[in-house]
């Protein structure tokens, strides 16, 4: 059975103690790179700064690239009623949201591919 989560701290957590760090971020750098947007990380790239880091680009996305975020969302598959209740939430860090919804979908793809190859 999948493992649920209540944050993007614990989901990564777990993945980082299932050796399925790397498969995570293979697989956020691939959706980014079919949705035509970069990704970048360092080679050494912890838990908390891969929070970081992606957080920012989806806050960067939403302000300024909102087209090219709904297009993210689409290419990794969130569903858009997912997607259009965290748009009514009003709070100033939205994009933490949507890094916790992007990061369990990406997780969802890596740990099906694990258990069922």
Same mark, same amino acid.
């Given at each position: 059975? =999948?493992?649920?989560?209540k944050e993007?701290a614990e989901?990564i957590?777990?993945?980082?103690s299932h050796?399925?760090?790397d498969d995570?971020i293979?697989?956020l750098k691939?959706?980014?790179g079919l949705?035509?947007? &970069?990704?970048d990380?360092?080679a050494d790239?912890n838990?908390?700064?891969l ?5 920012k ?6 302000e ?10 689409y290419?990794i598959?969130?569903p858009? &009623?997912t997607a259009?209740?965290i748009m009514? =939430?009003?709070?100033?860090?939205i994009?933490?949201h949507? &890094?916790?919804l992007?990061l ?5 793809k890596?740990?099906?591919?694990q258990?069922?190859?």
């Amino acid at each position: 059975m =999948i493992p649920v989560f209540k944050e993007s701290a614990e989901l990564i957590k777990y993945a980082s103690s299932h050796q399925l760090y790397d498969d995570l971020i293979s697989q956020l750098k691939k959706d980014f790179g079919l949705a035509n947007l &970069t990704f970048d990380l360092p080679a050494d790239c912890n838990p908390d700064e891969l929070k970081y880091l992606l957080q920012k680009n989806i806050q960067f996305l939403i302000e300024e690239k909102f087209s090219d975020f709904l297009n993210l969302l689409y290419v990794i598959d969130l569903p858009e &009623t997912t997607a259009k209740k965290i748009m009514n =939430i009003r709070d100033q860090n939205i994009s933490s949201h949507y &890094t916790f919804l992007i990061l369990k979908r990406v997780w969802q793809k890596v740990w099906f591919r694990q258990n069922y190859k």
